[in-house]
């Protein structure tokens, strides 16, 4: 779908039309007097979206009643610009203008991202698409308070989300690490990025245990992908760090998962990986003056002939020995090699994104996503606690206290990848601690990443959570 941006001398009284207006202007709209004492009666019954059959074509309306807005409040205009793409969507719309007579970026730009958001579909696999395939390619906006720029950077984060949510929603059969990796690097083309990838020599070379020994099972190599954004104007002196998750399978391993509603979804265990190549994407197209690296492990875990076994003790990239006790809590292990790694770019701040634990899923569901970080991350907290509320990828903080460490001691080495059933999603945290001695956050996105049945504009399937939620980070960072 492609957005564009009408001068305001263009008429649209022959197109299909949203607009959008205020309780004090909405009786001056170019509509005829019923259709006028039609809207009145609509906006006394409160109705949020409005429909007015013309005949030759379709006029839509939503009349704005607040003058102070809050994020709750762009979240609503998202779920309207969902609303009006299942209108859109019944006529078989193909080509709709957008006029905002609200003279509120705050209301237009959040509509067009839930109308843009609603109108990706998964359908490559689909030999007949024709009957399935959205109808809406065109969006036209005339808006006195827009500009190409608004616009254009609404395209590329967009873009930047359905981008995490093919990888996401990418099979096994299709997208093994090594298919990840390329498909990252065709992202950095279209965007400006740059891509290195390490393959398993390289790896090996390093000593990334973690790594190697989760893809000890895998009859396919791993990839370790370093993703940068460096302009020459950016503000800080020192990077930021992400760092995303990439299994691209998981089936436990050895410590088999069952099969029904867990090992069947589980190709969306690379999601945190998908959020870092997306937010990376949006960041170079936006040309944000930030210097950005993301840092992405990839591989399967499968219980191959000589896959990684329960009682294993691996031998990590900074060095620390780990007693492995499930191989099932695998993402931790290359999480943990990949945030070593990241100590040598000296950053400011590194943010790791994971489809990590259950718990975290069981804990607040599909409406959040759990953060937990060191002391010296207290403020970036606070900013992505902002960021998640603005784009309603809300970040919830769990405690941290350091007796959740305990839980992960060994007997025989000097930590144990599990920490028991209690606080999983924390301990799994602490686990990552010992491998970060630098402002660090972790987010476990495993609730909303990948979703069953439709949601709103977050739709079916892979979501690509944390893909906004970093850009905006980014977009207003504050050393």
């Known amino acids: 779908m492609n957005i564009d941006l009408l001068t305001p001398n263009i008429s649209v009284e022959t197109k299909n039309v949203f607009y959008l207006t205020s309780i004090k202007n909405y009786k001056n709209l170019p509509l005829a007097e019923n259709e006028i004492q039609y809207l009145i009666e609509q906006v006394e019954n409160e109705s949020s979206l409005i429909e007015i059959n013309q005949y030759t074509r379709k006029v ?48 237009t730009l959040p509509i067009l991202e839930g109308l843009s958001l609603s109108n990706y579909q998964f359908i490559r696999y689909l030999r007949e698409t024709k009957k399935v395939k959205h109808s809406l390619s065109k969006v036209h906006v005339q808006s006195d308070v827009l500009d190409e720029k608004d616009i254009e950077e609404l395209q590329s984060v967009c873009e930047a989300v359905k981008h995490a949510r093919n990888l996401v929603n990418e099979p096994l059969s299709y997208l093994t690490a090594q298919k990840l990796s390329e498909e990252i690097k065709r992202m950095a083309d279209e965007s400006g990025f740059s891509v290195e990838v390490f393959e398993k020599t390289k790896i090996q070379s390093l000593k990334m245990g973690g790594l190697l020994a989760v893809n000890k099972g895998s009859i396919d190599e791993p ?29 436990g391993g050895l410590s088999l998962k069952p099969t029904k509603d867990s090992m069947d979804l589980m190709k969306s265990d690379m999601g945190g990986a998908a959020s870092v190549a997306g937010a990376l994407y949006a960041i170079a197209k936006a040309k944000l003056p930030v210097h950005v690296i993301g840092l992405i492990p990839a591989t399967d875990n499968r219980p191959g002939g000589n896959a990684y076994a329960p009682g294993d003790i691996i031998q990590m990239y900074n060095g620390l020995n780990v007693e492995v006790l499930n191989t099932d809590a695998e993402g931790r292990l290359i999480l943990a090699d990949a945030l070593s790694y990241a100590k040598k770019y000296e950053p400011e701040f590194v943010v790791d994104l994971a489809t990590l634990t259950g718990a975290a899923a069981v804990a607040i569901g599909k409406y959040g996503v759990v953060a937990m970080g060191n002391e010296e991350s207290a403020d ?21 206290w350091e007796e959740y460490g305990e839980l992960i001691k060994s007997d025989i080495a000097d930590l144990k990848n599990i920490g028991g059933r209690d606080g999983g999603a924390i301990t799994a945290g602490k686990f990552l601690e010992h491998f970060t001695d630098y402002p660090w956050v972790h987010i476990d996105i495993a609730g909303p990443a990948f979703l069953g049945a439709t949601d709103n504009y977050r739709g079916k399937g892979g979501t690509g959570v944390g893909v906004r939620l970093l850009y905006d980070f980014i977009k207003n960072y504050q050393s």
Request: net charge negative.
């Open 60 to 107: 839509f309306v939503h009349v704005n009643s607040k003058e102070e807005l809050e994020y709750k409040d762009y979240e609503k205009m998202r779920k309207l610009g969902n609303s009006l793409h299942s209108k859109v969507q019944e006529s078989k719309i193909s080509e709709l203008a957008v006029v905002d007579f609200s003279m509120s970026k705050e209301l």
């Open 380 to 400: 970036k907290m606070e900013q992505l606690k902002n960021s998640g509320n603005k784009t309603y990828e809300r970040v919830v903080e769990f405690p941290f």
């Open 223 to 251: 990839t370790f992908s370093i993703l940068e954004w460096k302009p020459e104007d950016a503000k800080n002196t020192n990077p930021i760090v992400f760092v995303g998750k990439g299994i691209v399978y998981d089936t």
